[in-house]
C-alpha cells in the first residue's frame, strides 16, 4: 500500500507557483520522498527526490519538514504543460532495485 | 539523452492470444521494472530484473513472465490474454548510467487492447 496522503486535485494559475503537499506521516529514517508526473497516460517523469535536506533542480524543489512526516514539491512558475497527476512516493534506497508504490496522486491543472 | 524505448507502442490482440512487450533501458542502466497501468488507475508495479536476475515480484499473474537478457533488454510475455489485460505498460530503468544513480526512468509505455 502507498504510505502517502495527497490531495485528489489542485488547481493554479499559470506563472503562479504550485506548491503540492504530501503526508508520510509513517516514513522510516532510511526512506526517501520522491515526486513523479504523469502527463496524460504518457509515462511517470521523475521530478526530485530527497531524504531530510530541501532539494532543488532545474524543474522543481523540495521542501521536507523538520520531522519528516511530510513534504512539499514546487513548481515555482507553473505552465500548461505542468498539467499532470504528480505523485508523492517513498522509497528505501538500497541497491537501486526497490519498487515504486503509486498511490492517488493529485491531479494539477494549471489554468491559463 | 537517451531514454527507455519499448516496442511496440501500440498493441491490439484477440483473447487467448500472446504479446510480447519489449524494454531497452537507458545505456549503462542494469535493472528493468514493468508496471501496468489499468484504465482510470495508478500504475502498478509487476515485476523487476537486476543483472538479468529477478529482484522482486508484484501482482503479477501467472500467465505473465519476464526475463532480462544479456544485453540489460527486458520483454514481458503474455499468454492466454484476457479483455482485462487491456491496459498501458511501461518499462522503467535504473543504474549508474550518467543520471541520478538508482532513480527509475520510465518509458512511454505500450499501450496492449484485447478485444
Known amino acids: 500500500d502507498a504510505k502517502t496522503t495527497q490531495p485528489t486535485s489542485m488547481d493554479c494559475a499559470e506563472g503562479r507557483a504550485a506548491n503540492l503537499p504530501c503526508n508520510h506521516s509513517t516514513i522510516s529514517g532510511n526512506e526517501y520522498v520522491y515526486w513523479y508526473r504523469q502527463i496524460h497516460s504518457q509515462g511517470p517523469q521523475y521530478i526530485i527526490h530527497g531524504l531530510k535536506n530541501n532539494e532543488t533542480n532545474e524543474m522543481a524543489s523540495l521542501i521536507i519538514t523538520e520531522d519528516r512526516k511530510s513534504s512539499t514539491l514546487i513548481l515555482p512558475h507553473a505552465t500548461l504543460r505542468d498539467t499532470a497527476v504528480y505523485y508523492c512516493?517513498?522509497?528505501?534506497?538500497?541497491?537501486?532495485?526497490?519498487?515504486?508504490?503509486f498511490g492517488k496522486g493529485t491531479k494539477l491543472t494549471v489554468n491559463p | 539523452a537517451a531514454g527507455v524505448i519499448q516496442s511496440p507502442r501500440h498493441l491490439i490482440k484477440e483473447k487467448r492470444e500472446t504479446a510480447t512487450l519489449k524494454c531497452y533501458p537507458i545505456p549503462r542502466h542494469d535493472t528493468v521494472y514493468w508496471y501496468q497501468q489499468g484504465p482510470g488507475q495508478d500504475p502498478q508495479f509487476l515485476i523487476s530484473?537486476?543483472?538479468?536476475?529477478?529482484?522482486d515480484k508484484g501482482s503479477i499473474p501467472d500467465r505473465f513472465s519476464a526475463q532480462q537478457f544479456s544485453d540489460y533488454h527486458s520483454e514481458l510475455n503474455m499468454s492466454s490474454l484476457e479483455l482485462g489485460d487491456s491496459a498501458l505498460y511501461f518499462c522503467?530503468?535504473?543504474?549508474?548510467?550518467?543520471?541520478?544513480?538508482?532513480?527509475?526512468?520510465f518509458g512511454p509505455g505500450t499501450r496492449l487492447t484485447v478485444l
Open positions: 522503467a530503468s535504473s543504474g549508474t548510467g550518467g543520471r541520478v544513480t538508482d532513480t527509475q526512468y
Open positions: 512516493i517513498v522509497r528505501v534506497e538500497v541497491g537501486g532495485s526497490e519498487k515504486l508504490v
Open positions: 530484473f537486476y543483472e538479468k536476475m529477478q529482484s
